[in-house]
Every structure is written in C-alpha cells, then in structure tokens.
C-alpha cells in the first residue's frame, strides 16, 4: 500500500497521508511522497484544488521521532528534511487541510503549511516539541503565532497543552469545525466550491493573502492592486464579468 494515497476528482484532486501504524508521523519517505504528489497536482490544469487529509485517528503525530533520536545535528543540515517543506509553501493551487484526530508538531505544522483548515470535532491541535528538547522547526513558532496571536502560542508551545478544534477556530487557527464522520466529505464539498471559482483568481488571491503576513499595509496594497490589474490579464475575469451581465453560470478556463 502506498504511503500516500491521491485520488483525482477534478477539479478536486485529494492526498491522504496513509502511515497509520506511526499515526503518519512525517518521516523521510512520507514528506518526499506527499511533495512529490503535491507537485504533481499542482502541475495537473484540471484540478483547481488540493485536499491533503490524514485519517480518522491521526492527520500526523509530527515529525517521525524515532528518524530524530539517530540523527546529529549536522545530519539534519545536510539532509536538509525541512527544506522540503518549501516545496508546500510553492504549491499554488489552493490547499485545504482536512484534519481529523492528532495534529502535533509537524502535523500541526503541515496543516499551517496549508490555506485553510477543516477540522473535525474530535482533531486535537498541539506543538509538543519543548516536552522532547526540541523546538517546532517547520513553522511552527511563526504560523502558530501569526495564526492565533503571542498569548495563546506561548501557552500552547510552552505548555504543551493541545487545543480542541473549538478553540482552535475561536482562535482563528481552523477555519470550519465539522462532525466527526465529515472530516474529509466536508473539506472535499469546501474545495469543490473553491475549484468552481476563476482558477487564476484563486491564485492570486491565495498569493495576495499570504502577502499580507510579510510585509507592511502599504506594500500589500500595491500588491494587492497589481494582482488584480493582472487578474483583469486573463480571460477568466472577462468570462467571469460578461457572465454575470448576461445572467449565466461562468466557465473559467484558467487562462
Ligand atoms: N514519530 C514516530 N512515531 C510516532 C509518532 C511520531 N511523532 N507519534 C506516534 N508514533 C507511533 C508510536 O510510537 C506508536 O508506535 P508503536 O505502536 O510501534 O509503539 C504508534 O505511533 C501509535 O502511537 P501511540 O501508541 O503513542 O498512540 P496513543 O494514542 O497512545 O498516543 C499520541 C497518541 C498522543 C499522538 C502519542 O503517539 C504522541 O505523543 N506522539 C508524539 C507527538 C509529538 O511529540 N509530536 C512532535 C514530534 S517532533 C516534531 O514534529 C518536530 C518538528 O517540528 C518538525
């Protein structure tokens, strides 16, 4: 069985993480097939967006920590694992995590990684790396913080203490909580709205949102502007416009 299972129904294309005897904790092999997986829908015109879920018990326990215990220092440099995970920050089409059960450290950090995150009522979210000796090294220190503010990140990563999907959307780190049961049939309905939209203007403003968290209000304006100076580049926005003057469903064709 493979270690991470991609079913295509476009124009949603779905990744499920598929290491449940270690609760997909992320070792070598599972980050190289998920990135490999990724890019390869990224690249694929007719899936518009991602769903990258876990299973039921566990979306990932975080990094693979028997992977850690051998490894030195200058290992981990070398190998450069967490570059890896630049590759998830390129992916352009939108990325929804659809995350149920355990989602600790490097988990945690992957479904950050991601645009927005379903979660189920049961996913428990936590970055559990001090209690190790270790810190979050793949994001967490930053998304969390930029997620969910200095207060509850400190408490969390300190203290070790997971957070419930409630919280965690009270908090603004999980965008929808939904019924056990719909972790994945939720997340797939939420990326099949977002794929029925303009495709280039889905990435555009996924692009211009992320903008938001690097620079200053006056720079991502001008951003923002010149983004949408070139969404009106495509043939999606005139499709887009002219459809609704002459009251139709649009077809983008992501050109
Ligand atoms: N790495 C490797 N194996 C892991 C793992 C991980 N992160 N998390 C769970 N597993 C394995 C367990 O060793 C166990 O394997 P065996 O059956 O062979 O013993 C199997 O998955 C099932 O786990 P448990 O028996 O522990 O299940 P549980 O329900 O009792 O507990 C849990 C679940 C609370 C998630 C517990 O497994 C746990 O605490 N896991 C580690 C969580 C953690 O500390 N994550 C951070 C990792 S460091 C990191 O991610 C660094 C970074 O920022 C990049």
Same mark, same amino acid.
């Given at each position: 069985?493979?270690i991470?299972?991609? $079913?295509?129904?476009? #124009?949603? @294309?779905?990744?499920?993480l598929?290491?449940?005897e270690a609760? =997909?904790?992320? =070792?070598?092999?599972?980050? /190289?097939?998920? &990135?490999?997986?990724?890019?390869?829908?990224?690249?694929?015109?007719?899936?518009r +967006?991602?769903?990258l !879920? @876990?299973s039921?018990r566990?979306?990932a326990?975080?990094?693979?920590?028997?992977?850690m215990?051998e %490894?030195?220092?200058?290992?981990?440099?070398?190998?450069?694992?967490?570059?890896?995970?630049?590759a998830?920050r390129?992916?352009?089409?939108?990325?929804?995590?659809?995350v149920? !059960?355990? +989602?600790? /450290?490097?988990? +945690? $950090?992957?479904a950050?990684a991601?645009?927005?995150?379903?979660?189920s009522?049961?996913?428990q979210? !936590?970055?559990?790396?001090? /209690?190790l000796?270790?810190? #979050? !090294?793949?994001?967490?220190?930053?998304?969390?913080?930029r997620a969910?503010?200095?207060?509850?990140?400190?408490?969390?990563?300190?203290s070790?203490r997971?957070?419930?999907?409630?919280?965690?959307?009270? %908090?603004? *780190?999980v965008?929808?909580? &939904?019924?056990r $049961?719909?972790?994945?049939e939720?997340?797939?309905?939420?990326?099949?709205?977002? %794929?029925?939209?303009?495709?280039?203007?889905?990435r555009?403003a996924k692009?211009?949102?992320?903008?938001a968290?690097?620079?200053?209000?006056?720079?991502?304006?001008d951003? $923002?502007?010149?983004? *949408?100076?070139?969404a009106?580049?495509s043939e999606?926005?005139h499709?887009?416009?002219t459809?609704?003057t002459?009251?139709?469903?649009?077809?983008?064709?992501g050109?």
């Amino acid at each position: 069985m493979s270690i991470v299972l991609v $079913e295509r129904e476009p #124009p949603v @294309g779905i990744v499920l993480l598929n290491r449940p005897e270690a609760l =997909n904790a992320l =070792n070598d092999e599972l980050m /190289g097939a998920l &990135v490999e997986a990724l890019a390869e829908l990224d690249g694929d015109e007719a899936i518009r +967006c991602i769903v990258l !879920g @876990g299973s039921e018990r566990a979306f990932a326990a975080g990094a693979d920590i028997g992977q850690m215990a051998e %490894a030195t220092a200058m290992e981990m440099y070398e190998a450069r694992r967490i570059d890896r995970w630049d590759a998830i920050r390129k992916v352009r089409t939108p990325l929804v995590a659809a995350v149920s !059960g355990f +989602c600790l /450290g490097g988990g +945690c $950090e992957l479904a950050m990684a991601c645009d927005l995150i379903v979660a189920s009522e049961t996913a428990q979210f !936590g970055q559990p790396e001090t /209690g190790l000796g270790i810190i #979050p !090294g793949a994001g967490g220190t930053q998304r969390l913080t930029r997620a969910v503010g200095k207060a509850k990140a400190m408490d969390v990563i300190l203290s070790g203490r997971f957070l419930t999907s409630d919280e965690a959307e009270r %908090a603004g *780190l999980v965008a929808r909580v &939904v019924a056990r $049961e719909a972790w994945l049939e939720e997340a797939k309905r939420v990326a099949s709205a977002i %794929a029925s939209k303009g495709p280039i203007a889905q990435r555009l403003a996924k692009e211009s949102v992320n903008r938001a968290f690097e620079s200053p209000l006056e720079t991502g304006l001008d951003y $923002e502007r010149k983004l *949408l100076y070139l969404a009106f580049a495509s043939e999606d926005a005139h499709e887009g416009l002219t459809a609704f003057t002459e009251k139709r469903k649009p077809e983008f064709e992501g050109r």
